[in-house]
C-alpha cells in the first residue's frame, strides 16, 4: 500500500555454498526480512533456499536455471527458464539449421548449473538421435581448456556442446578458436 517503504539489505554469498547459507540464515533469522532476491547461482540456491523456506521466506532466483530448483518449496520461485525448457528447443533447432549428426560435449563436474544442464543436453541430442564422439569435464576454476578441448576437436565433431559458467565460457571459446576449430559452438 501507500506510505510502505522497502528497504534493500545486501548479503555478498560470493559463489560459495556456505557464505550463501549464511547470508540466507542472517537475512530471514536476524534481519527478518519479508523476502529474499538471489543467490545468483543454482549451487547457491541449492544450498540457501532451504533456509528461506524453513522461515517461510519467500526467495526469488534470479538466474537459478538448474533442474529441481522449485522443487525445494512452496516458497521457493525463480523468474527465469530452466534448462530444461530451453535447451531441448535448442538443440533441435542447432540441428535443423546445421544438420548435426554428432558432437563433442564439454562440461563442468563440479556445479548444479553445469551437470543439470550436461544432463538435459545429453537427453536432447539423444532425442536428435545425434551421436557424443566425446566428453571431456573440467572444474569451476579451471583456466587452461586446451586438453579437453584438443582431445574433443581431434574427433572432428559437427559442433562443441558446452555446459559452462561465464567464466570459463569465455576461455574455452577463446581457446577453442585459437586451437583453429571454427565450428559452432552451443
Not at 549464511?22 to 547457491?44: C, H, I, R, Y
Not at 583456466?143 to 565460457?169: C, H, K, Y
Request: glycine share 10%; proline share 4%; charged share 20%.
Amino acid at each position: 500500500g501507500e506510505g510502505v517503504e522497502l528497504v534493500a539489505i545486501f548479503e555478498d554469498s560470493a559463489g560459495d555454498g556456505e557464505q550463501a547459507i549464511a547470508a540466507m540464515t542472517k537475512l530471514v533469522e536476524e534481519d527478518e526480512v519479508v523476502m529474499v532476491l538471489g543467490p545468483t547461482l543454482s549451487t547457491e540456491a541449492f544450498s540457501a533456499d532451504p533456509v528461506a523456506q524453513e522461515y517461510e521466506t519467500p526467495v526469488m532466483g534470479v538466474s537459478n536455471t538448474a533442474t529441481g530448483i522449485t522443487d525445494m518449496g512452496e516458497y521457493v520461485f525463480r523468474d527465469s527458464l530452466p534448462e530444461s525448457s530451453v535447451i531441448p528447443g535448442t538443440i533441435a533447432q542447432a540441428t535443423a539449421i546445421l544438420g548435426l549428426e554428432q558432437v563433442g560435449v564439454l562440461y563442468g563436474n563440479d556445479d548444479d548449473f553445469t551437470l543439470s544442464g550436461y544432463d538435459v543436453f545429453v537427453e536432447a541430442l539423444e532425442d536428435n538421435e545425434i551421436e557424443i564422439i566425446g566428453e571431456e569435464t573440467f572444474a569451476r576454476g579451471d583456466v587452461d581448456f586446451n586438453p579437453q578441448l584438443t582431445a574433443l576437436i581431434g574427433g572432428e565433431p559437427d559442433a562443441l556442446i558446452v555446459s559452462a559458467l561465464a567464466a570459463e565460457a569465455v576461455q574455452i571459446i577463446t581457446q577453442a578458436r585459437a586451437l583453429g576449430y571454427e565450428g559452432p559452438i552451443i
